[in-house]
């Protein structure tokens, strides 16, 4: 005999189906399934297998639950314990995730799930434990739906707060100078050198002596020779 579901085993069963599948269950055109290739959608992790038809497909979850027929009355037992807009929500939550990547996908579910456990009052224990440890590797656990393992929770790190940037001491640092209002000093250009003529050297005059004093220097040099050419005087007279 299949199990009647409360709101927090259908809460938790489709949650962790939804983040270890990590995409939504969708046709060729992109229409929402219960099941399907790719897996299964919210509700549909939630119904057995042997109480799963094709023809539940199409159809909203409050028109196959109000259908006659055997199968349909063993689905109503299952979910007799579960509010009805509990189930909307779980299903809506899988059909606007839509296709995307599973890392976006995840995050939109477990938003969606923090939502919907606020508004029917359900614990998200569960739901963060799997979030939180999906991909560390070691033992594994099966999730309350039946689906593929699940990394077991792992030990708690104990992690330092950040140190308190506020507490730390203030260091006042001097304004730097104000350049613009620094006195101005005036610095006169530089000569331009190459503009300055270059003063041509000025002759040498030699001055000429005066005549008089030729005159002397010539009888000077008359009177030597006079007195070399002069015969040798000789004390004795009448000696040759």
């Given at each position: ?24 269950c ?24 042997e ?61 969606g ?112 020779i ?15």
């Open positions: 005999m299949t199990r009647r579901l409360t709101n927090q085993d259908a809460f938790d069963r489709a949650m962790l189906h939804l983040l270890n599948q990590g995409h939504s969708l046709s060729a055109s992109g229409q929402s399934r219960y099941r399907g290739p790719r897996g299964k959608s919210a509700i549909g992790a939630l119904i057995p297998d109480l799963y038809v094709t023809s539940m497909e199409g159809k909203k979850l409050h028109h196959w639950l109000a259908a006659r027929g055997l199968e349909y009355d063993a689905l109503r037992e299952r979910f007799g314990g579960v509010t009805p807009s509990l189930l909307d929500d779980l299903q809506d939550l899988h059909d606007r995730s839509g296709a995307c990547m599973p890392s976006l996908y995840r995050h939109l579910v477990l938003a799930a923090q939502r919907i456990a606020q508004s029917f009052k359900l614990s998200m224990r569960l739901v963060h434990r799997c979030a939180t440890y999906q991909h560390i590797r070691g033992p594994q656990i099966f999730s309350a739906a039946g689906t593929r393992a699940i990394p077991a929770a792992a030990p708690v790190i104990d992690v330092p707060p950040a140190p308190d940037l506020a507490a730390a001491p203030v260091i006042d640092v001097p304004p730097a100078p104000d350049l613009a209002a620094a006195p101005v000093i005036d610095v006169p250009p530089a000569p331009d050198l190459a503009a300055a003529p270059t003063p041509a050297p000025e002759p040498v005059q030699l001055t000429e002596p005066p005549q008089g004093e030729l005159d002397l220097i010539a009888r000077g040099i008359a009177k030597a006079a007195a070399a050419s002069a015969p040798a005087f000789d004390p004795q007279p009448g000696r040759r």
